[in-house]
């Protein structure tokens, strides 16, 4: 007999036992909540969102935005919080560094209590200062530069971050990369933002080996022909090329590859599982390796629940599950933080301090999320978290069959 279908807003059993405890403890709170309080009962509770939902990156922004508005439809079918429906207030950056500017600079104004967003780096970076200076929460669901919350000491800090930064992305990449024996290492790093800060990561993970690239190259977006760099790359001796690339230029890279039939590995971050690298590149793209957080596989109750409740909202296959499922967790963990608040004050430093001491353990899409933050500890994310992936027939799937069997158990910050 088949296993049953969960329901599309129910996880497992256990999940959904935590998700009814936690409703009730928010009712609780509510009715010990000031006068204040009780008379916003009813009235909705703004979040921000940003996110490149037109535009070259649209590819991530779009399924981040959709894990967000998933988790906020669950939230608000069983109550929303402490009565209050959760409303969302969407800006579309477009990818753009200087209209992601201008659009938080509107949001700060409108009276959100947090934001959930960026998934360039670029564009974050130009941001930051925006929230960091009107002293209110910032959450990036994907967005992995590095520098991006280091800029502010953490103490004082407001820029969380749920993705895995580079930091983390770029030593577990070159760990894989050395035990499989591709010491000789070509970089080819976009000039973005996000190129920048992970070719600073990948030359540092590499010295961190007693390592060094044989062949660099830095291009800019909408670089349509890389072979005169591939021809160096190979001339230079290079055995794997490492790209980090924004957009769809990874997959230049490897249809230059194709072409000069220079048969070497392609390895990168979690972008090579984008589809402007996947179908750009198409047959090119097999066998590339990608580091990831998630992989759209049922491989247990949580992941199973979240893949058919996208299904059944949005009625197609996710382009970018690691997006989606870091914007869905993310909502989740501020609604959290929001239920430790007993005061009802939703002002940024008290949101901030909240987010900085989360008591109750989130089951999440991604990972058991256990004091993912701290006052010092603005990143959710730990090295142990993260699982090599390879794409396979137009897909990603586990790079290694021991990373599908320990992916059956969800795992916990380090």
């Known amino acids: 007999m088949p296993a049953a279908t969960p329901h599309p807003i129910a996880p497992d059993l256990h999940h959904l036992a935590l998700r009814r405890r936690q409703w009730l403890w928010g009712a609780a709170a509510a009715l010990a909540a000031p006068a204040q309080a009780l008379a916003q009962i009813g009235t909705p509770l703004k979040i921000g969102v940003i996110a490149p939902v037109t535009g070259n990156s649209s590819d991530f922004g779009t399924p981040m935005l959709q894990g967000i508005q998933l988790a906020v439809a669950e939230i608000n079918a069983v109550g929303g919080y402490m009565g209050r429906p959760l409303q969302l207030v969407i800006k579309d950056d477009q990818g753009a560094p200087d209209v992601g500017l201008k659009l938080a600079q509107t949001l700060v104004t409108e009276d959100v209590v947090a934001t959930l967003g960026f998934c360039n780096t670029g564009v974050a970076q130009k941001a930051l200062e925006v ?27 407001y820029i969380f971050r749920t993705s895995a930064s580079d930091g983390i992305q770029a030593p577990f990449l070159v760990d894989d990369l050395v035990k ?51 021809k160096a790359a190979r001339d230079a001796g290079a055995n794997v090329v490492v790209s980090y690339a924004v957009g769809p230029e990874s997959a230049v890279i490897a249809n230059g590859r194709k072409a000069l ?16 690298f996947i179908d750009g590149a198409k047959d090119a793209a097999e066998g590339a390796l990608t580091v990831q957080t998630f992989i759209a596989e049922p491989s247990n109750e949580r992941r199973r629940a979240f893949l058919s409740a996208y299904a059944t909202k949005y009625g197609k296959r996710l382009a970018v599950p690691m997006a989606a499922a870091q914007g869905y967790d993310s909502t989740y963990l501020l609604l959290y933080a929001l239920f430790g608040i007993r005061d009802g004050n939703l002002s940024g430093p008290a949101v901030k301090a909240a987010l900085e001491n989360i008591s109750r353990i989130y089951y999440g899409v991604i990972a058991t999320y256990q004091h993912p933050f701290g006052p010092n500890d603005k990143e959710a994310m730990s090295q142990n978290m993260l699982v090599m992936g390879e794409v396979r027939n137009g897909a990603v799937t586990f790079a290694y069959p021991e990373d599908a069997k320990r992916n059956l158990m969800v795992q916990r910050k380090k």
């Open 180 to 230: 499989r024996g591709w010491t000789k290492v070509a970089i080819f790093a976009d000039s973005t933002g996000y190129g920048d800060a992970g070719l600073k990561d990948i030359e540092a993970a590499l010295a961190a080996k007693n390592l060094k690239a044989v062949y660099v190259s830095r291009f800019a977006i909408g670089t349509k022909d890389l072979r005169d760099e591939l």
């Open 131 to 157: 929230f960091q200076g009107a002293k209110q929460p910032l959450i990036i669901p994907c967005a992995t530069g590095t520098p991006l919350t280091t800029r502010y000491p953490a103490p004082e800090s």
């Open 261 to 276: 039939n220079w048969k070497v590995p392609q390895a990168g971050a979690w972008t090579l599982s984008f589809p402007f």
